[in-house]
């Protein structure tokens, strides 16, 4: 019984190194990817890295009434007026990341990733690439 719960103490602190590891990975990565949604509309203003939410990570465990009907999120890169004490009150990213569901809002660097002055947008969308801006000349 003794040796059994060492070896219990033993995997644990071993899961609790890796997972350590792979934080400190993930906090020093600071890319979007294609469909991120990078959000700064007070960022970069407020001193703070621009927020970059991976859509897919997202899209791919929940369903989209979870945050775009019963979370009230606006089908538009920017368009929800976000802020960090909507979030701590349980609204938003909030919703989940209150250390219950996801990870809590202690972690800054995690939502806080983006390249600073990298403006509101669907990253590398397939819209903005084949899209011209009005009154862009032609190539
Ligand atoms: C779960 C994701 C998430 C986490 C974790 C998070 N933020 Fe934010 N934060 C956001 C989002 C989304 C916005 C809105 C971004 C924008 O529009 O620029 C935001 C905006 C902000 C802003 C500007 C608006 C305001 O409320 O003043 C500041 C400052 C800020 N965060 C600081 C922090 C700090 C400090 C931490 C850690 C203690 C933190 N954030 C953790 C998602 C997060
Ligand atoms: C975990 C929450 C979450 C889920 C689940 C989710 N979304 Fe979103 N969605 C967001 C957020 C956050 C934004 C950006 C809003 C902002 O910037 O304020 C967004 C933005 C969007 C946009 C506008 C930006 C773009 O990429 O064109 C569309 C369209 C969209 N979502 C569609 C969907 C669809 C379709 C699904 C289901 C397959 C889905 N979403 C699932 C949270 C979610
Ligand atoms: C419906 C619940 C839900 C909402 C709303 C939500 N998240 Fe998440 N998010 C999750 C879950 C669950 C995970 C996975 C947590 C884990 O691995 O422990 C996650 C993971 C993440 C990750 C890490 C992705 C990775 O590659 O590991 C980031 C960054 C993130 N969320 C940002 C945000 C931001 C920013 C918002 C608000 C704009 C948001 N989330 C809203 C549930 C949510």
Redesign the pocket.
């Known amino acids: 019984m003794r040796i059994l719960s060492k070896l219990r103490a033993g995997i644990a602190i071993t899961i609790v190194a890796i997972l350590s590891a792979v934080m400190f990975v993930d906090m020093n990565e600071a890319h979007a990817e294609y ?1 991120d ?3 700064n ?1 007070y960022s970069d203003a407020a001193g703070m890295r621009p ?1 970059v ?1 991976p ?1 897919w990570f ?2 791919i ?8 009907a019963d ?1 009230g ?10 802020n960090m004490v909507k979030i701590i009150d349980g609204q ?2 909030g919703a ?1 990341h209150n250390g219950d569901i996801a990870w809590s809002v202690e972690n800054c660097n995690l939502c806080h990733s983006g390249t600073p002055k990298t403006p ?1 947008q ?1 990253h590398e ?1 397939t ?1 903005q690439k084949l899209v011209q801006p009005t009154g862009a000349p032609k190539k």
């Not at 999120?73 to 976000?82: H, L, S, V």
């Open positions: 469909g949604v990078v959000i509309n927020v939410f859509h997202h899209r465990r929940f369903r989209c009434k979870v945050c775009h979370l999120f606006k089908f538009q890169a920017g368009g929800n007026e976000i938003f990213c989940c509101t669907v969308s819209v």
